[in-house]
């Protein structure tokens, strides 16, 4: 089917669209933002911009990434597709390595809807030895840093720490040589010295080029807006962090392992022992002060990028875009704050799974509407296609994901039953999450289903996951296996096996 021949399907919900050409897109996504926000009844965020842009959509409650780890989630984004259908579960994945002719949803774009499509900040992950996916776009990647300190303090007098290289490329064999950068900076600042700031002003300039390209010719625009904070480290403008009164903040409730749990699901340290003055060692207690600004510092951060989304909002405003465009707000993962004993994100927990999702879609979506329907990332792609009435994404890779559109017109319809999320350690970890209960199967791709070590959480009783319920209540996990039984088994991890050469 032709673009022309859907433009009146499209119209049937747009009436206000041009008649040339479908709807614009714009993404936005934020690196490591949980639902601490106003929107999503934290009481202590401040982030009136992110709150004012759910105003204007629908609000997904129960939204959830497919792995908790920034580059195999943007490529659930990207593709549709889930971790353990496409292997794609590290930082260091490389997309085409493993699907050299896969369909990304701007490629898809582009392809059925004539879009531009154009990437700014931290879109696909770049690091670790990934260099993201640049044939995704129409233009040049405007790239920039993750990683970024102001005061030389932050750094030991200005040195390369561990994760400037390892978020830039560099001197990726000597990463534990290398010295450890602050977890937090708080400097007089402005926006804009920080990358977020950038981002947002570049975006502001590419959404004017883009308004001015659809009022000459009707071209629509697909524009990704990837925001780093609060992403590690918590550097912030000062202005930011004074928004926040740290004895106010929410403090972990609960700081154990969950009782029962195996080995395998826990975490201690990881990522965020690359910080200074975060203990190096994995079992070290981190002391009251250092949690307290440690959630200053995500709260801060989270304040400031709130406040770049509203710049590039406005700007779809006052450019006249708003009512022809689609606009999603998406977090890549959630984040521990010392809940479990955890911080950052990389396990099977609520905390690091759970996303804020807003799809703002004029004339379907009835702004300030939530819902409880189970969402998942590589819903978006085949979600943002029906609304612009694309036909739906097919591959080659496998599509995973299915259409929210029904819910966006009725926050009661309901298109799925659950959420699928993975984490692979040393056994792959594979995830159910109902209304109610999370179910964890932690196994080897292809083993024998008995196995398996199993977690199950029941956050009606008990929302903080004291305690696991497995051998208590063998009906309901047997009940949550059986549906995690219809999905396919996970591709095992590790690299791409090479083709056999033909004789």
């Not at 995704?136 to 102001?150: A, G, Q, R």
């Amino acid at each position: 089917m032709g673009m022309k021949s859907l433009l009146p399907f499209a119209a049937l919900f747009f009436p206000c669209w041009l008649e040339a050409a479908p709807p614009n897109v714009l993404l936005i996504l934020v690196d490591d933002l949980k639902p601490a926000l106003g929107c999503y009844g934290d009481t202590r965020a401040k982030t009136p911009h992110m709150d004012r842009l759910a105003a204007r959509g629908m609000r997904f409650d129960l939204a959830y990434c497919n792995q908790a780890v920034c580059a195999p989630s943007r490529f659930n984004l990207m593709l549709g597709s889930r971790s353990t259908s496409t292997a794609l579960y590290g930082l260091g994945s490389r997309l085409r390595e493993r699907l050299p002719d896969a369909v990304t949803m701007p490629q898809h774009f582009a392809r059925h809807g004539g879009h531009r499509t154009e990437s700014i900040g931290k879109v696909f992950h770049i690091g670790h030895g990934n260099e993201g996916d640049p044939q995704s776009f129409s233009v040049p990647h405007f790239k920039d840093k993750v990683i970024e300190y102001l005061d030389p303090a932050s750094t030991q007098g200005g040195q390369l720490t561990r994760e400037e290289a390892l978020f830039t490329n560099q001197k990726l064999d000597q990463i534990r040589s290398l010295p450890r950068g602050t977890a937090f900076e708080a400097p007089a600042a402005g926006d804009e010295d920080y990358a977020d700031g950038r981002v947002a002003a570049e975006t502001v300039r590419r959404l004017g080029a883009a308004a001015r390209r659809r009022k000459e010719n009707g071209t629509p625009f697909f524009i990704a807006a990837g925001f780093v904070r609060p992403h590690l480290p918590f550097c912030a403008p000062k202005s930011y962090w004074d928004m926040h009164d740290p004895a106010k903040l929410p403090q972990p409730e609960f700081e154990e392992h969950p009782a029962g749990s195996p080995l395998v699901a826990r975490k201690r340290g990881g990522e965020i022992a690359a910080y200074d003055p975060v203990p190096e060692r994995d079992d070290a207690a981190f002391s009251p002060e250092l949690k307290r600004r440690l959630i200053h510092g995500y709260y801060a951060s989270t304040s400031y990028v709130d406040a770049q989304i509203g710049r590039v909002m406005d700007a779809l405003d006052r450019l006249g875009l708003a009512e022809e465009t689609l606009v999603v707000l998406w977090g890549d993962h959630g984040f521990h704050l010392g809940d479990l004993g955890i911080w950052t994100k990389h396990t099977n927990y609520e905390q690091a799974n759970r996303i804020p999702l807003v799809i703002i879609a004029p004339g379907v979506a009835k702004p300030g509407s939530s819902t409880r329907q189970l969402a998942e990332t590589v819903d978006i792609f085949p979600t943002l296609a029906a609304l612009a009435g694309l036909p739906a994404p097919s591959g080659p890779q496998p599509v995973d994901g299915v259409s929210l559109e029904p819910v966006l017109r009725d926050p009661n319809a309901r298109v799925r039953d659950h959420a699928f999320h993975c984490f692979p350690k040393q056994k792959l970890g594979r995830a159910i999450r109902t209304e109610r209960h999370r179910l964890v199967e932690w196994k080897t791709p292809g083993a024998a289903p008995e196995t398996a070590e199993i977690e199950l959480y029941d956050y009606e009783a008990d929302p903080l996951e004291r305690e696991n319920l497995a051998t208590q209540q063998p009906e309901t996990v047997a009940r949550l296996r059986a549906i995690l039984a219809r999905h396919p088994e996970a591709l095992p991890m590790g690299p791409p096996a090479k083709k056999k050469k033909q004789p």
